[in-house]
């Protein structure tokens, strides 16, 4: 169905509210959001008053005289974002993708809005302060990478860690879940990964209906409850003494540390990322750091048509990528410094046993460690199979 400047276009279901900079456009039917400047904004209501495209072009034109206007282009763009419903009056072929149901509708508003409200954003800042502060009076208390051997057998230190980390990741986890439901949003969780780590998730896609200044408390809010766990764990090493306690406790101490330091990764996605966006107002910032790197770095290819856009943007996505390159060295640090040793540790432990006789209990301690870490292993692929069959 060909465009010309005497089309008159019909747009499906649509709202749109001012953001930062731009406007977040929400396709009713399919959930999906998208961001637009004001012109296109404009564009979108001239077409809803059924202007023809010419027309619309003409004024646009009058009020915009320092921008490039081309409305058959943008048209174009709508209908491949399928955001046009007809065109002269002839429907338009499109795949209609039915929004993603979403849960936890059962807990109240007034659950959420218990834990995130004016008066506990301050506790869980105090709760961070003494985080820090017991952190540098008692140096003893920050992580080793032998807190994660709790036990003499390799396989009830796994099962006791990846319990103990199911839980944790379920309190962060259902921080973001509370706060969603503080403004009366649904959600779910999911299985994802970020590099080589597999994750729990909690879809936030609905998030774009807030203004900005409440989505920051959303993207945070995982981070507030793990504060409140941390501040747990650092009091049961400074007050209890039996060593099954101090062993638990400094393996919840590791295991939320990590996730903490983790969160400061943004070259990933995680929850600072989306605060650092947030704030900045630059959305999609990985994918255009990602062009900007690539411009650095000769052994990457890269597309000159990829180049960014938009000139105020510039600064922050060079800040960003400064920031990806910095957090990629941490990350290999923070591997050499933790996981490395812990696999090497392991490995001390469990390479004898496999030359055991099967009827001891090392041989099935190492057989059935190996089984736990094929078991990761086939996570972190099926979300890898996920994501990019996806797209």
Not at 151 to 163: E, G, S
């Amino acid at each position: 169905m060909n465009l010309t400047f005497d089309s008159r276009l019909l747009l499906v279901p649509i709202n749109f509210r001012k953001d930062k900079k731009n406007y977040i456009i929400e396709d009713a039917a399919s959930g999906e959001f998208y961001e637009m400047p004001g012109i296109c904004i404009e564009a979108i209501n001239l077409m809803i008053q059924g202007e023809h495209l010419g027309e619309i072009e003409r004024k646009l034109k009058m009020t915009y005289p320092n921008e490039e206007v081309d409305l058959l282009d943008f048209a174009q763009q709508l209908l491949e974002l399928q955001l046009i419903e007809e065109i002269d009056g002839v429907k338009v072929a499109r795949q209609v993708y039915q929004k993603e149901p979403l849960g936890f509708l059962s807990i109240s508003p007034k659950i959420g809005k218990f834990f995130f409200n004016k008066f506990s954003y301050p506790i869980y800042l105090i709760l961070f302060i003494v985080n820090l502060i017991l952190f540098i009076v008692n140096p003893s208390l920050f992580p080793h990478y032998e807190d994660i051997f709790v036990f003499d057998i390799m396989v009830l230190n796994v099962v006791v860690w990846l319990t103990l980390a199911f839980i944790l990741v379920l309190i962060h986890e259902f921080g973001h879940t509370l706060a969603m439901r503080a403004y009366n949003l649904p959600t779910k969780l999911e299985i994802g990964h970020r590099l080589f780590f597999v994750v729990f998730e909690t879809n936030m896609s609905s998030i774009w209906k807030l203004a900005s200044k409440d989505r920051n408390v959303l993207f945070l809010a995982g981070l507030c409850f793990d504060m409140v766990a941390l501040f747990i764990a650092l009091i049961c090493q400074l007050i209890f003494s039996n060593s099954l306690t101090l062993g638990l406790s400094t393996l919840a101490i590791f295991d939320i540390f990590m996730r903490i330091v983790f969160q400061c990764f943004v070259y990933m996605k995680t929850d600072l990322y989306f605060v650092f966006e947030n704030i900045t107002g630059c959305y999609n910032l990985m994918e255009n750091a990602n062009k900007t790197i690539r411009k650095w770095l000769p052994i990457l290819k890269f597309n000159s048509k990829d180049e960014v856009e938009f000139e105020s943007e510039r600064k922050t996505i060079f800040l960003y990528s400064i920031f990806c390159i910095v957090g990629v060295g941490l990350t290999l640090f923070l591997y050499g410094k933790y996981y490395i040793p812990e696999m090497i540790h392991a490995a001390k432990i469990l390479l004898p046993g496999y030359l055991q006789s099967p009827t001891s209990l090392v041989f099935w301690d190492a057989v059935v460690f190996t089984l736990q870490v094929g078991i990761f292993l086939l996570l972190l692929l099926n979300s890898w199979r996920k994501k990019y069959l996806k797209h």
